[in-house]
């Protein structure tokens, strides 16, 4: 793969040059030196296909529901191997997620609720309107 500037990366990870950025900042990313060189191009930072495959595990992780402290988490265990801990913050994301199904679960049924009431009609004002009133 040949050298890719911050742009290319981007769009080869699916996001935009300042999530690059953040990532760098967040310490998830590296961030290459500079070369030194005469040229203008000489000077703009290159990424290669270990960058990319690491954008593309950032992206991938974020979809799976995990936290970007979890990821860099992750990102630390693939260079350890440290597979049980790897388990571990699967485990828990994926208890947390089970626990956002059932919230959004318990949010569905209210909503759903509140539409029969609101289907079946009378003069009173609109159960779903009147719900959200503090």
């Known amino acids: 793969m040949p050298a890719l500037t911050?742009?290319?990366l981007a769009a080869e990870g699916g996001v935009g040059v300042?999530?690059?950025?953040?990532y760098q900042r967040r310490g998830l990313m590296p961030e290459p030196e500079r070369p030194n060189g005469a040229s203008a191009n000489g000077r703009v930072?290159?990424?290669?296909?270990?960058?990319?495959?690491?954008?593309?595990?950032?992206?991938?992780?974020?979809?799976?529901g995990f936290t970007l402290?979890?990821?860099?988490?992750?990102?630390s265990l693939d260079a350890t191997e440290d597979r049980a801990r790897a388990r571990e913050l699967a485990r828990a994301r994926v208890s947390a997620l089970?626990?956002?199904i059932r919230e959004l679960q318990s949010a569905r049924d209210?909503?759903?609720?509140?539409?029969?009431?609101?289907?079946?009609?009378?003069?009173?004002?609109?159960?779903i309107l009147?719900?959200?009133e503090p």
């Not at 930072?45 to 799976?64: K, P």
């Not at 209210?110 to 003069?123: D, M, N, P």
């Open 98 to 100: 089970d626990e956002k």
């Open 110 to 127: 209210a909503l759903s609720r509140l539409a029969q009431v609101c289907e079946q009609g009378s003069t009173r004002l609109c159960p």
């Open 45 to 64: 930072r290159h990424y290669g296909a270990e960058d990319v495959r690491r954008l593309r595990f950032i992206r991938a992780a974020q979809s799976a």
């Open 69 to 75: 402290e979890e990821i860099g988490q992750l990102l």
């Open 6 to 8: 911050i742009a290319k």
């Open 18 to 22: 300042e999530t690059v950025r953040y």
């Open 130 to 132: 009147t719900a959200f």
